[in-house]
Nanobody, 119 residues
Framework: QVQLVESGGGLVQPGGSLRLSCAAS????????MGWYRQAPGKQRELVAA???????NYADSVKGRFTISRDNAKNTVYLQMNSLKPEDTAVYYC?????????????WGQGTQVTVSS
């Protein structure tokens, strides 16, 4: 079982920045694909950004050039740096850990952290 604890959410004005952190309890953190998802009221949860064990990244088109995902395997932590925030970025942001093996898969979610972009 892997526990994920997000932090760093809050209220920010349009154009501002926030950095989200997700600390994982797993000693095998480095082999997981880590992702950030978000869910706005009345909408489905969507992938924002993901980073592989090797450091490859992918982003939703809506955040490319504004958000950066990174990981520190020594600290078992993944980050999401969010710049030039827009009101439409308002959502609950969730951290996800995913591991696919030939013998089965493992997938874990954090509890979420609220990000509100408003003036």
């Amino acid at each position: 079982q892997v526990q994920l604890v997000e932090s760093g959410g809050g209220l920010v004005q349009p154009g501002g920045s926030l950095r989200l952190s997700c600390a994982a309890s797993a000693s095998t953190f480095s082999i997981y694909v880590m992702g950030w998802y978000r869910q706005a009221p009345g909408k489905q949860r969507e992938l924002v950004a993901a980073i592989s064990s090797g450091g490859s990244t992918n982003y939703a088109d809506s955040v490319k050039g504004r958000f950066t995902i990174s990981r520190d395997n020594a600290k078992n932590t993944v980050y999401l740096q969010m710049n030039s925030l827009k009101p439409e970025d308002t959502a609950v942001y969730y951290c996800n850990a995913d591991l696919a093996l030939s013998t089965g898969g493992y997938n874990y979610w954090g509890q979420g952290t609220q990000v509100t972009v408003s003036s």
